[in-house]
């Protein structure tokens, strides 16, 4: 396992940008990346992931067109790219990593994002 802690989160007007960053204490090169998303009173839901070589994404129907996950495996880092956020985007958001999306055995603790109308 590796321990990850997410950076980059903020408060921003409907419609900016954010980019957050999730570090990794060690490689990342076999893991798939995720990261998730809880608002107060709500669920944990899926946002986005990425496979271990990059090639493959796939977002949830809520977020597609708008956010963009990345990973530089060499500074074993992902990110995940933020724009024309909604007031509706705002939660604490986790990065997680794992051999696969349904076993996914590292979280980090999260970071906030607020969206403001």
């Known amino acids: 396992q590796v321990q990850l802690v997410e950076s980059g989160g903020g408060l921003v007007q409907a419609g900016g940008s954010l980019r957050l960053s999730c570090a990794a204490s060690g490689r990342i090169n076999s893991y798939v990346m995720a990261w998730f998303r809880q608002a107060q009173g709500k669920e944990r839901e899926f946002v986005a992931r990425i496979s271990w070589g990059g090639s493959s994404e796939y977002y949830a129907d809520s977020v597609k067109g708008r956010f963009t996950i990345s990973r530089e495996n060499a500074k074993s880092t992902v990110y995940l790219q933020m724009n024309s956020l909604k007031p509706e985007d705002t939660a604490v958001y986790y990065c997680?990593?794992?051999?696969?999306?349904?076993?996914?055995?590292?979280w980090g603790q999260g970071t906030q994002v607020t969206v403001s109308s």
């Open positions: 997680a990593a794992g051999a696969t999306i349904v076993s996914l055995t590292s």
